[in-house]
């Protein structure tokens, strides 16, 4: 998958992301209440993945007190492979599985005096439509379904934001904090050495250089254009509290403001 390249330097203001709400009864997994303050937007599990309903409402909850955006962090019905299995559904099947996800999520986080902003899927979805139009285009018939308004946050050059683009969507693309790119811009499959990054430091200086460059040094040392709005840092990766706040201390040293591409309703 190629990423998008071209364009002017990075922009002053950029999205962090991260994955929250992935515990599960008394798994506990990641801790989303020390990111939630490092972060402007959060991808929350929807239950089929991760997340129980208890857990959902809670990061629902954490989301709104401290003005971070809710997504919609959908993917396969696959809790014990944690949604990284890929699951040859049918589109038709698919696309209600999204909506359901959607619904929910969204349910619990009007509860919460918040709502979900934006949808991004997860693990082996987020892949799977970033090559496939079957599976990219039933995460977009579902968010057409739903809401026009929700924007969808996936890989740059993927057919799931160039079928969400066609169908009239907001198309967000995002960037890897903590996870290595191939030369034509894609990601390191997670199987392989050195395809998920650990020192805080280099995370933090690889996030600067794509906020204010728009580059990525790739595996073999080659520079990557990537164009992105938002970069992730991954909640359930070791050290990922300390790896955010690194990246947040770096981009302000450099100048770029963290803010919500797809901000959260004003809290009455």
Do not use: I
Request: aromatic fraction near 4%; glycine fraction near 12%; include cysteine.
């Amino acid at each position: 998958m190629s990423a998008a390249a071209g364009g002017p330097a990075g922009p002053a203001t950029v999205d962090l992301n991260a994955d929250l709400g992935e515990s599960f009864g008394r798994w506990v997994l990641g801790d989303d209440e020390a990111l939630l303050p490092l972060v402007s937007s959060a991808n929350v599990a929807c239950g089929f993945h991760a997340g129980d309903p208890l857990t959902l409402r809670r990061t629902c909850e954490g989301a709104a007190a401290h003005g971070v955006a809710v997504g919609a962090q959908v993917g396969y019905r696959d809790l014990a492979g944690f949604g990284r299995r890929f699951v040859d559904v049918d589109p038709d099947d698919l696309a209600a599985d999204v909506l359901y996800q959607l619904g929910a999520l969204d349910g619990l986080a009007r509860a919460a005096g918040t709502r979900v902003t934006y949808l991004k899927p997860h693990g082996a979805l987020y892949h799977a439509a970033a090559r496939d139009d079957g599976q990219a285009g039933a995460v977009v018939a579902a968010v057409v379904a739903y809401d026009r308004s929700l924007p969808v946050l996936g890989l740059p050059g993927s057919r799931l934001l160039a079928l969400a683009a066609d169908a009239g969507l907001t198309a967000v693309p995002e960037a890897f904090a903590d996870r290595a790119y191939t030369p034509d811009g894609g990601l390191v499959d997670r199987r392989s050495p050195g395809a998920v990054l650990h020192d805080a430091d280099e995370v933090a200086a690889r996030v600067v250089r794509l906020a204010t460059t728009g580059e990525v040094e790739a595996v073999d040392g080659s520079v990557v254009a990537v164009r992105a709005a938002s970069v992730c840092v991954h909640g359930d990766s070791p050290g990922a509290v300390a790896m955010a706040g690194a990246v947040r201390t770096a981009l302000a040293d450099a100048g770029v403001a963290v803010a919500a591409f797809a901000p959260p309703p004003a809290r009455a």
